[in-house]
């Protein structure tokens, strides 16, 4: 069992920059994977990123490759969201979810069995 609290969310004008982060309770979280979705109003909650157990591998969506950078620190049990050149259209609710059947990632948010409250991030143009 995990539990999930991100942080970090705010208002920005287009352009510039957020860090979530997400820390979790419990042990063995080296052994999650860990991902950040999204879900905007009226949308179905779209993925964002992922990284592996061990931070070497990570996985972006299209729409904010280059832009946004996902990291964890296993020693302080926290995954982060580094989110540069922010758009309008990455307004959302920002989800940090987790899955503790590694080591293949996946994009759907079916495969994650934990999850964060969210965090609402919201860019103005």
């Known amino acids: 069992q995990v539990q999930l609290v991100e942080s970090g969310g705010g208002v920005v004008q287009a352009g510039g920059s957020l860090r979530l982060s997400c820390a979790a309770s419990?042990?063995?979280?080296?052994?999650?994977?860990m991902a950040w979705f999204r879900q905007a109003p009226g949308k179905e909650r779209e993925f964002v990123a992922a990284i592996s157990w061990s931070g070497f591998t990570t996985y972006y969506t299209d729409s904010v490759k280059g832009r946004f950078t996902i990291s964890r620190d296993n020693a302080k049990n926290t995954v982060y969201l580094q989110m540069n050149s922010l758009k309008p259209e990455d307004t959302a609710v920002y989800y940090c979810a987790a899955d503790r059947d590694g080591p293949v990632i996946y994009r759907d948010y079916s495969k994650y069995e934990y999850w964060g409250q969210g965090t609402q991030v919201t860019v103005s143009s």
């Open positions: 419990g042990r063995a979280f080296s052994r999650y994977i």
